[in-house]
């Protein structure tokens, strides 16, 4: 027999507290932390990378054809709107995504009984 005073080793925790998250459906702790991390990153890069190419193209624009300030502007908030655009939609596409995971049944004789 073990003697109850004595704690279970530190995988034995690890394990049961993974399972039980499993149990629940609650993602893993790194491994969220890590997708919700890459999701901002991506979804910033996409506001960023709208506003910089907008403005830059402005920029050339006005230095080609002399138009002082007016086309940079221009393109500045057009890329404004092109991120955000860019932003709702892939995080759109992502609550689909989610929405469709949650609703998949596991197997042929559906969710698992736990």
Do not use: C, H, K, Y
Not at 66 to 75: D, I, V
């Amino acid at each position: 027999m073990t003697d109850p005073s004595i704690p279970p080793p530190q995988e034995s925790f690890e394990a049961r507290l993974e399972a039980a998250r499993r149990a629940q459906g609650q993602p893993g702790g790194a491994e969220a932390r890590g997708g919700a991390m890459g999701t901002a990153f991506r979804l910033s890069a996409d506001l960023v990378s709208a506003v910089v190419a907008g403005a830059g193209l402005g920029w050339g624009l006005d230095w080609l054809l002399g138009t002082g300030p007016w086309l940079l502007l221009l393109f500045f908030f057009l890329g404004i709107a092109a991120g955000i655009m860019n932003v709702i939609r892939t995080a759109n596409a992502m609550n689909a995504a989610q929405q469709a995971e949650n609703r998949a049944p596991d197997g042929p004789e559906g969710p698992a009984q736990v």
